[in-house]
């Protein structure tokens, strides 16, 4: 196998990742205000996701899987509104652990992370057009 196909597996392993990155911060997001429909019960809680670092048996190279999606097991935040249908016997409601602003800034690492793997699965597509055309 050439460098550029192992360029291009390393590059494509990278999107994937970020881009599962992305499924999982737009579901934090948009859970971000889900409690429980009983009185008492916990809501949604944030989802984490962790990589590893692989050995690709074909080209010798390292690539990145999903390690795993988890999760976060921090407190809930607690609002107080005893109409709440999810409201305590003391009106607290517990509200997901989700921060917005947290996941935003996930959403954009992972967004740009995602932008350069693809950058680089560009440039491995230009080198190889770059070769040929020597070669001609």
Do not use: W
């Not at 994937?16 to 934090?28: C, D």
């Not at 795993?68 to 709440?84: C, E, K, M, N, T």
């Not at 917005?100 to 560009?122: G, I, K, T, W």
């Amino acid at each position: 196998m050439d460098a550029l196909t192992a360029i291009g597996r390393v590059a494509a392993s990278g999107m994937r990742v970020q881009g599962k990155r992305l499924q999982v911060v737009s579901e934090n997001i948009a859970n971000s205000d889900s409690t429980s429909a009983q009185p008492g019960g916990d809501p949604y809680r944030r989802k984490t996701i962790t990589f590893q670092s692989v050995l690709d048996a074909q080209t010798g190279g390292e690539r990145v899987e999903v390690k795993a999606v988890g999760r976060d097991r921090s407190d809930f935040r607690l609002i107080y509104d005893p109409a709440h249908p999810a409201a305590d016997g003391d009106g607290y409601v517990k509200m997901p652990n989700v921060n917005p602003l947290v996941e935003m800034a996930d959403m954009r690492e992972a967004s740009r992370s995602y932008e350069a793997n693809l950058n680089m699965l560009d440039m491995g597509r230009q080198m190889k057009a770059r070769t040929l055309d020597i070669l001609r």
